[in-house]
């Protein structure tokens, strides 16, 4: 999966991640989100519907329609655009980032491995 949008790294089940969302709320004013996921969250709920996200958009390119319609845009919502069940689509509302009018293009998803450095001191 991870190939297929890109990906070069292979994502490790226990181990930490940034997934970072950009998104746009009102024809060039972005919102962003930062969440901290496990290697297992983003290969269950974040992969698949990035993947989905992706194809929609090169399908789509530079239409006036949007990827990611949320509360005051009258398009398809994203559960029914991509065919998402309740618990991911529930898990995406809680880690997409959200505007004054809601969100209606999804720009970027990036994964960040979470590096935490110690400096032992004693």
């Given at each position: 999966m991870l190939?297929?949008?890109?990906?070069?790294?292979e994502?490790?089940s226990?181990?930490k991640?940034?997934?970072?969302?950009?998104?746009?709320?009102?024809d060039g004013?972005?919102?962003?989100?930062?969440?901290?996921?496990?290697g297992?969250?983003?290969?269950?709920?974040?992969?698949p519907v990035?993947?989905k996200?992706?194809?929609?958009n090169?399908?789509?390119?530079?239409t006036n329609?949007?990827?990611?319609?949320?509360?005051g845009?009258?398009c398809?919502h994203?559960?029914?655009?991509?065919?998402?069940?309740?618990e991911?689509?529930?898990?995406w509302?809680?880690?997409t980032?959200?505007?004054e009018?809601?969100?209606?293009?999804i720009?970027?998803?990036?994964i960040r491995?979470?590096?935490?450095?110690?400096?032992?001191l004693l």
């Open positions: 190939e297929e949008l890109g990906g070069f790294v994502l490790v226990n181990r991640y940034i997934v970072y969302i950009v998104a746009d709320t009102n004013d972005y919102v962003t989100e930062e969440t901290e996921l496990t297992d969250e983003i290969e269950r709920f974040i992969m990035a993947a996200i992706k194809a929609w090169e399908a789509n390119p530079r329609d949007h990827n990611w319609a949320s509360l845009y009258a398809t994203p559960s029914e655009l991509y065919e998402l069940d309740d991911t689509s529930e898990y509302s809680e880690i980032p959200y505007g009018h809601g969100i209606h293009t720009e970027t998803v990036e491995p979470l590096i935490i450095d110690k400096i032992v």
